[in-house]
């Protein structure tokens, strides 16, 4: 597809099990991130890639969180042992990267994680 | 802290008036952005202006910014229902950071 693509869409998940949330970027945005986004706030960002690095990973809440990115492409971003507050909207986006300038972002339709 | 606070925090019109969201940042910045958010789910870019330049304008959108405040305001003229959403501010420093507000929820009544 032309957009960014996010799956699952909805994810329910007991405490303490680990989660997976997948991002597939717009192809040939070298530029992907990712956001938190509980019920009725903000987005909150959470990590950004620049190609398969990540040279700001400072919104990530806690050890429990991390993400990865391959091929310049598809993103993960894993949660392991979740707790009740992680429960939000988890979006993406991407955008082409240029230094020192800023482009649009591409936002996917974001992934709902319920922890019960 | 958010860099980005926007306001109202919500906002009730009718239909065919005009809305205005203001937004404040805290740091120096290289562009602004508006955003619109439509049922919780993902963004939508409106409107991006530069530190440079003072007012943009597309379609029946409106944004102007006062570097020397540290603010910008959105204005929609002529509102339609369908513009019921979340607006979103997002600052833009250096190597693509950008930072979001919490949001303007606008209500266009019909």
């Known amino acids: 597809g032309a957009g960014v693509s996010q799956s699952p869409s909805n994810k329910v998940t007991e405490k303490g099990k680990d989660v997976e949330l997948r991002c597939d970027p717009i192809s040939g945005h070298t530029a992907l991130y990712w956001y938190r986004q509980r019920l009725g706030q903000g987005l909150e960002f959470l990590i950004y890639f620049q190609g398969n690095s990540a040279p700001d990973k400072s919104g990530l809440p806690s050890d429990r969180f991390s993400a990865e990115r391959t091929g310049e492409s598809v993103s993960t971003l894993t949660i392991q042992r979740t707790q009740q507050e992680d429960s939000a909207v988890y979006l993406c986006a991407s955008s082409l990267a240029l230094v020192q300038s800023y482009n649009e972002q591409f936002f996917g339709p974001g992934t709902r994680l319920t922890v019960l | 802290s958010q860099q980005g606070e926007e306001d109202p925090q919500a906002l009730s019109i009718q239909e065919g008036e005009n809305a205005t969201m203001n937004c404040s940042y805290k740091?120096?910045?290289?562009?602004l952005q508006w955003y619109r958010q439509n049922s919780g789910r993902g963004l939508v870019h409106l409107i991006l202006?530069?530190?440079?330049?003072r007012e943009k304008h597309s379609g029946r959108l409106r944004v102007t910014l006062d570097t020397s405040k540290k603010s910008s305001s959105l204005l929609i003229t002529a509102s339609r229902a369908a513009d019921t959403a979340s607006y979103f501010c997002?600052?833009?420093?250096?190597?693509?950071?950008?930072?979001f507000g919490i949001g303007t929820k606008l209500q266009v009544i019909p």
């Open positions: 740091t120096s910045i290289n562009n």
């Open positions: 202006i530069r530190s440079n330049e």
């Open positions: 997002a600052t833009g420093r250096g190597y693509q950071k950008v930072t």
